[in-house]
């Protein structure tokens, strides 16, 4: 651990800058899962701060997954990544901003990467399962159209978003496309129950399956804004 670097930092932002030092060694892979970290002591001496600053700093990395602490033992980087991890991150992206426009184009990014992973991943059983998951949204609607039940067509759409993270096989893309839509179901709400917002929801996933069966990589762009219209028109209507 001697030839580890920390640069000292001053009084301001002290807790902040620890957690961010701490951080990027771990994500230079200077302290890898199941590592054991310095001592409380040992890194109060490195960086110049005091040792209530990095119980803090530890106290924050424990709370978003980062860190474990073993009693008797020391700390550790954490051996499975928590949840947690991410929520802090997508949360702050999503609800800091306050705008329409940045979280259009945030799902704009994340959702045409997803179908530009899954179209060269997804296997025939897993587009017959999307088929499927259309064809009762289909099925519900002709036969409830006049007292539709919004929650479910809300459970559905974000079902089948769900359902397309797996197919990308990429556990980081899932762990990431799952806390951005815990965030979205006020979204879906506004978007379905606009006037013919199910039929529109439901165009744009078969869409989705045409893209995924015929490897259409030129339409990805288009169907993602498609599926975000409605978001995008509010961020329109902002300015």
Not at 15 to 25: A, E, Y
Not at 47 to 73: C, D, F, H, Q, Y
Not at 165 to 189: A, C, D, K
Request: contains cysteine; hydrophobic residues 40%.
């Amino acid at each position: 651990m001697d030839d580890l670097r920390f640069d000292k930092i001053d009084s301001e932002s002290v807790v902040s800058n620890v957690v961010n030092q701490i951080s990027s060694l771990i994500i230079e892979r200077h302290f890898n899962a199941g590592d054991k970290i310095p001592t409380e002591m040992e890194l109060a001496s490195r960086l110049g701060v005091s040792r209530n600053s990095i119980r803090e700093a530890i106290k924050i990395l424990r709370t978003v997954g980062v860190l474990e602490v073993l009693r008797g033992k020391g700390t550790f980087v954490t051996t499975t990544v928590s949840p947690t991890f991410f929520d802090p991150l997508i949360f702050s992206l999503i609800l800091e901003p306050s705008s329409n426009k940045d979280l259009y184009e945030l799902r704009m990014m994340f959702d045409s990467m997803v179908l530009f992973c899954a179209v060269n991943r997804i296997t025939v059983e897993q587009i017959a399962t999307l088929k499927m998951m259309i064809k009762m949204t289909e099925a519900s609607f002709e036969k409830n159209s006049e007292d539709s039940n919004t929650d479910y067509y809300i459970l559905q759409d974000i079902t089948f978003h769900k359902y397309l993270l797996e197919t990308t096989r990429n556990p980081l893309i899932q762990r990431i496309g799952y806390s951005i839509l815990e965030f979205i179901p006020e979204y879906v709400r506004r978007s379905i129950e606009q006037e013919h917002g199910v039929e529109r929801s439901i165009k744009n996933h078969k869409e989705i399956i045409r893209i995924l069966e015929s490897k259409d990589l030129s339409k990805i762009i288009d169907i993602t804004d498609s599926t975000l219209a409605e978001w995008k028109n509010n961020w329109q209507e902002e300015n």
